[in-house]
C-alpha cells in the first residue's frame, strides 16, 4: 500500500502571504495524485488532479505540482476562505486509494 | 448541476447492518464509476469502497473486505453501500463521492454525507 505524509501538520500563514504545502509518497503514483480542501462540517471539495491540473472553478491561485514521490500545493495570495484543512490523495494502482493525513492551515 | 443526495445512517449496535444509498443527478451516472469514503470523527479521509460505471467492478479497503458491500443502480441512478458485521472503528461519516472520469479514482463532487455510529 502506497501511503502519504504531508508537512507541516499545520501550517500558520497571514492572509495575502503564499502557502506552500507538502505530500510524499512511499513510492512512486507518477502524476495520479489530488489535492483536496475541508472545512469544518462540510464535504472535501477537489482542488487539484494529475497533479497538477486544477478543477473546475478552482482559482487559479491554487497550484500543483510535483511527480514520482514528491508533491506541492501552492497557494499564491490567502484568502480568508482558504484557511482549512488539506489532504493529498493518490489514485494510482488503486486498489487502494489512500490520502495523506491532512494539512491544517490556520490564520497567523 | 450534479448532486449528490445520501440516506440511511444512523445508531447501529456491534454486529448489525446499515444500507447506505446515494442518488445522483446533473450528470450521465451510468457513466462514472462512484465510491465511497470515510471519516471518524476528528480524523483525516479513509477510501472505503468503489464501483465500475457498469457496476461489473468492484473494489474495497482491505479494513472492510468481506463485510461491505457496494452496488448501483443505474436505471435510478443511485448507489448503495451495505455495511455488514459493522464494529465500533466503522463508526464514520459516509460519503458517496463521484469519480471525475469514466474510473480514475479522483472524486469531484461528494455527497453531504451520512453519520454511523456504532454502539452498543
Known amino acids: 500500500e502506497i501511503v502519504l505524509t504531508q508537512s507541516p501538520d499545520t501550517l500558520s500563514v497571514s492572509p495575502g502571504e503564499r502557502a506552500i504545502l507538502s505530500c510524499r509518497a512511499t513510492q512512486s503514483v507518477s502524476n495520479n495524485l489530488a489535492w483536496y480542501q475541508q472545512k469544518p462540517g462540510q464535504a472535501p471539495r477537489l482542488l487539484i488532479y494529475g497533479a497538477a491540473t486544477r478543477a473546475t472553478g478552482i482559482p487559479v491561485r491554487f497550484s500543483g505540482s510535483g511527480s514520482g514521490t514528491e508533491f506541492t500545493l501552492t497557494i499564491s495570495s490567502l484568502q480568508s476562505e482558504d484557511f482549512a484543512v488539506y489532504y493529498c490523495?493518490?489514485?494510482?494502482?488503486?486498489?487502494?486509494?489512500?490520502f495523506g493525513p491532512g494539512t491544517r492551515l490556520e490564520i497567523k | 448541476e450534479v448532486h449528490l443526495s445520501q440516506s440511511g445512517g444512523g445508531l447501529v449496535q456491534p454486529g448489525g447492518s446499515l444500507r447506505l444509498s446515494c442518488a445522483a443527478s446533473g450528470f450521465t451516472f451510468s457513466t462514472h464509476a462512484m465510491h465511497w469514503v470515510r471519516q471518524a470523527p476528528g480524523k483525516g479521509l479513509e477510501w472505503v469502497s468503489g464501483v465500475s460505471a457498469t457496476g461489473g467492478s468492484k473494489y474495497y479497503a482491505d479494513s472492510v473486505k468481506g463485510r461491505f458491500a457496494i452496488s448501483r443502480d443505474n436505471s435510478n441512478n443511485t448507489v448503495y453501500l451495505q455495511m455488514n458485521s459493522l464494529r465500533a472503528d466503522d463508526t464514520a461519516k459516509y460519503y458517496c463521492a463521484k469519480d471525475s472520469w469514466i474510473i480514475r479514482g479522483s472524486f469531484d463532487y461528494w455527497g453531504q454525507g451520512s453519520l454511523v455510529t456504532v454502539s452498543s
Open positions: 490523495q493518490h489514485y494510482n494502482m488503486w486498489p487502494p486509494i489512500t
